[in-house]
């Protein structure tokens, strides 16, 4: 069991930053790490995926944009947010997974989400 716990949400402009972290209640270094989000309405998204030595996958509208990251040792994943938009707003959470995967239904544990909301 692996309980993990966003932080780093908020409200910002158009072009802004965030920066996300997610920490976990014991070592991840075993699993993929994701990032997802969720408007309500529609279905959850895959943001981005980490391995454990640091390969990446991003989905298409936030190549450039986003970069994940993780320090294994503080058991800590990362989302660093550049050139926000308003299609960015939603909830977003953190997954770990034994898969290497963009797919919600590969991930097995959640956190609880943290809204990030882009206005202009």
């Known amino acids: 069991q692996v309980q993990l716990v966003e932080s780093g949400g908020g409200s910002v402009q158009t072009g802004g930053s965030l920066r996300l972290s997610c920490s976990a209640s014991r070592s991840t270094w075993v699993y993929y790490m994701g990032w997802f989000r969720q408007v309500p309405g529609k279905e959850r998204e895959g943001v981005a995926t980490?391995?454990?030595?640091?390969?990446?996958i991003y989905t298409n509208s936030v190549k450039g944009r986003f970069t994940i990251s993780r320090d294994n040792a503080k058991n800590t994943l990362y989302l660093q947010m550049n050139s926000l938009t308003a299609e960015d707003t939603a909830m977003y959470y953190c997954a770990a997974s034994s898969i290497y995967s963009l797919r919600p239904a590969d991930f097995r544990y959640w956190g609880q989400g943290t809204q990030v909301t882009v206005s202009s």
């Open positions: 980490i391995s454990s030595g640091g390969s990446t």
